[in-house]
């Protein structure tokens, strides 16, 4: 009899123990040109959303060349470019062999794990290699891109998504990136209702009571007069919100830099940061598995 209760309180925390280790999962949301004042003061309710039950700062940096090449690359791979060695947007003799893409990491630490890339400016595919994403596929315009994603995030096996959204830059190269702009802040506020789209979609997956969902929001560089590229301050700054079970709530009072999404993001699912990597990023706004 006393085997027997001792085999039944095993049983029931081997069970116990199953329900609560729910299955991470990261969906990174980057909406190229997108500049923190104007975030703040367009209307996107669901980007305000994720800021109020999360972790954020809208004074984050992305690289001193903020052009898309170089600051797309950092994001994904958390180095500079003095280390993946993207210094354009031809993405000439990229050091993926050293600094790879972190879907590489995630695949090495699990490749069951279902790596998703979708975007609307495809030369960011350029550092994919082959076996490192399940999906990798581009559209035009954002509108089909969204849709896209939320697809598979409502029929797939989705684990590590990334998606990058364009239409914001584009009317900042057309309509200037600025406060005054009303094509640009329009720009802006469509491409959050596009993050509630494909946010929403996660709440209708079958499994999603058993799956811990980490979004990131952010960007790759700012602008001004049209334009950017610049090491100044209106090229250089940008947004990033974090939000999910194990973030920190509220305003990331440390630097936060570009380089650091991939480092979180892989933090969030598991994997150790090993200083072998050499790394530039580091984790923000969660607790780190390091």
Known sequence: MKKFFVFCSVLLMSCYSVAQAKGKKV???????????????????????????????????TDPISSSGICWTG??????HEKHNVTTNSYKNPNIENYPHFFNRIKEHNNKLKTYSVVNWAPIHKIIREGEADIVESYKPDDKVANRVVELIETEMADVVFVQLDDVDHAGHAHNYSLQSEQYVQSVEKADSLVGVMVDAIMRRNNVEQEDWHIIVTTDHGGSNFGHGKDIPTHTTIFYVINGPDVQKGEILEPVNVVDVAVTAMSVMGLEIKEAWNLDGEVKGVDSNE
């Open 75 to 80: 994001m994904l791979t958390g180095v500079w």
């Open 27 to 61: 969906l990174i949301i980057g909406i190229d040109g997108c500049k923190p004042d104007v975030l703040l003061h367009a209307n996107t309710p669901h980007i305000d959303r994720l800021v109020k039950g999360g972790a954020y700062s809208f004074s984050a940096k």
